[in-house]
């Protein structure tokens, strides 16, 4: 391990110290985007444009914009904002059924044990082979994708919730009714903040199904989207625009998992506080 | 917790009130699809009942030419996930152990692993066309990150005294990997498989549903959309791709259980 001068006593071992913490941080990715920029500009490949041309293209679809915008290009709003848009309001979906239903059943020994079976079947159907089903029922607008992302990502959340209820310490749910606690008391202050750390294990595996389904279902039958501009470009021959899309993807899951983590570090922060030590993904 | 002896009979009943308990479930779920689908909100023609679909899952099961799509999908589903533990667990052991690899190779994985596999769809059909290698090459894109991820992280996290008792008696690293390293690691190993298997599953189907792929369950299930519209075969191959689904994760959720049975003393796996 490498102390890290935290003083301004000797700024020039703090200074190298920043230099080789962010070496060791970013330095192989950067690498890798240099020999793959080498590599690219050598062989001259259509299917891998070097990644100076795919961040040039970036900067002409999404950043090109006038100063009104924000200099946001065409492209943000026709296909980037739709899709985040799609994405969340499927997620959260998920989350207000989910959520609550499997704190529902998992409170009820009976009622999880019954369902189990049929939850677990009705999570390993692929979502990708309901879209035939889903277009038909709901049509091909944003009601059916953002039906689709909510249905596929709808079970970590809710099997998390019933095996994070039930799992609560009965020992603990005893003295709260020993000492008349009422109904909505235990489910606030034992039940709830029992069960967080599995719920928010399941919504951020479900956050990470909802971009999978956000991309399928704009794959299909779409007139917008990130998805829907990736296919575009590949049947256009357009491998530029195709790579933006994929890095732009890349970028967007990336964000929103730090995104979560941020808010899980703070919603988790006493969990962890008092198990001493933070449980790991 | 109780006895250590647990007889036959107990160990019997326990089974039979689960069985018991499965076979109602699922009847209750399927009564409630039927009612739901026989109160004909939608026409049947959209959303056929229940025992349609059923009676159309045993239909496709004894159907040759269908099992031949659900062999094409496992066999793609296969190959695809033994690459990827081919390629990740040695790459995971490797990055562990090392402090300073592990230092500059987690950023990375971090970065890539959020990446939805299935953005890379577009791309695997100009690079492999829309057969079984584009099936594989995808597979084991997606599923080399949960195995890679948790075999680096549970490699790492290794006890450091068991490793540094174990230098002070004179191991030599190979052996400290493979009698310390190796098998504290394993469980973790273990769960990055089984979250991969699942998640394969539905790449698969996928990939062979956008790509309109030669063969597979997700093949079948476009054409027959696209083809009438018969819905009841779509859901009946949709439940077939579930039900394989369930039956990889129940075989590997047994091995699991009897292999590292002794790290779930607290409850089940999750």
Sequence with gaps: MNRKPTSWAHPIAYALGMVKSFATRFGLGIALVILWQFAATRVGSIFFPPPTEILHRAAELWLSGPPRRLFLGDGVFQDVLPSIARLLSGWVLAVLVGLPLGVLIGRSRMASDLLDPSLQFLRAVPGPALIPIFIILLGTESTMRVALIAFGSVWPILLNAIEGTRAVDPLQLETARAFRLPRHARLWRIVLPAARPKIFAGMRVSLALAIILMVVSELVASTNGIGYRIQNSQIMFLLTDMWCGIVLLALLGCALNWLFIKVENRALAWHRGARGRGAAS | ?270
């Design chain 2, 1 to 270: 917790m109780s006895g250590r002896i647990v007889d036959a009979d107990r160990k019997y009943a326990a089974f039979a009130a689960t069985a018991a308990r499965v076979v109602a479930g699922v009847l209750i779920f399927f009564l409630a699809a039927e009612v739901v689908t026989r109160l004909e909100i939608v026409p049947p023609i959209y959303l056929p009942r229940a025992s349609t679909v059923l009676y159309r899952m045993f239909a496709l099961l004894q159907d040759p030419s269908f099992l031949r799509q659900v062999l094409a999908t496992l066999q793609a589903w296969g190959v695809g996930l033994t690459l990827a533990i081919l390629i990740s667990v040695p790459l995971g052991v490797l990055i562990g152990t090392s402090e300073p690899a592990y230092k500059m190779v987690s950023p990375i994985i971090e970065f890539m692993r959020p990446i939805p596999s299935v953005a890379l769809i577009p791309l695997g059909i100009l690079l492999w066309g829309q057969g079984f290698p584009m099936k594989v090459i995808l597979v084991a894109y997606a599923t080399t990150w949960p195995i890679l991820f948790n075999t680096v992280y549970g490699v790492h996290d290794v006890d450091p005294i068991a490793i540094q008792t174990a230098r002070c008696f004179g191991l030599r690293p190979a052996a400290v990997l493979r009698n310390i390293s190796l098998p504290s690691a394993a469980p973790f190993i273990f769960t990055g498989i089984r979250i991969s298997a699942s998640i394969g599953l539905i790449v698969v189907v996928g990939a062979e549903l956008l790509a309109s792929a030669d063969s597979g369950i997700g093949s079948y299930i476009l054409f027959v959309s696209s083809s009438g519209g018969q819905m009841d075969s779509v859901l009946a191959g949709a439940a077939i791709a579930g039900l394989v689904g369930v039956a990889i994760n129940a075989i590997l959720a047994r091995i699991d259980r009897r292999l590292f049975g002794w790290r779930y003393l607290g409850g089940a796996p999750a």
